[in-house]
């Protein structure tokens, strides 16, 4: 299935009937294309910095969350259940998500690619501690 995007520009022509193909109405046009759709999540509070539960901001591109959850589990030598996070984020999209990882390594981190497909991209954007996990929902 494909996702539908935000904003393509206005100067586009048309190359067939299809949706993303039409010319510019009076509004924005939709168009395919995961950079044209970014979600970031915005947590509920800040990590304080110390604690038992590595907090993990990572930037991704065409992964699941529960495959990077997975991958994350993999990668700290940790149960699935050791992994928080909060909500799924489309893989149709760069999306920015916390995940928690208890007792977790952050050296270990740097191995995270050598578990997911070539398909998509990651990057780990910032990493602190906190006493409280990230729920899974």
């Not at 995961?34 to 509920?44: A, D, G, L, W, Y």
């Not at 699935?80 to 909500?87: K, L």
């Not at 990882?101 to 995270?112: P, V, W, Y």
Request: net charge neutral; hydrophobic share 35%; with cysteine.
């Amino acid at each position: 299935m494909n996702a539908i995007y935000p904003v393509a520009p206005p100067d586009v022509a048309p190359t067939s009937m299809n949706p993303t193909d039409m010319p510019p109405t009076n509004g924005p046009r939709l168009v395919p294309g995961s950079t044209h759709f970014q979600v970031i999540e915005e947590p509920q509070y800040a990590a304080s910095g110390a604690g038992e539960h590595l907090y993990v901001e990572i930037e991704k591109e065409g992964y699941t969350t529960d495959l990077l959850a997975e991958a994350l589990a993999k990668t700290c030598g940790k149960r699935g259940v050791d992994i928080g996070y909060a909500g799924r984020k489309d893989r149709h999209a760069v999306t920015r998500q916390w995940f928690s990882i208890h007792f977790g390594d952050e050296k270990k981190l740097l191995g995270l690619a050598d578990h997911l497909p070539a398909n998509g991209r990651v990057e780990v954007k910032t990493i602190s501690r906190h006493a409280n996990p990230r729920w899974p929902s």
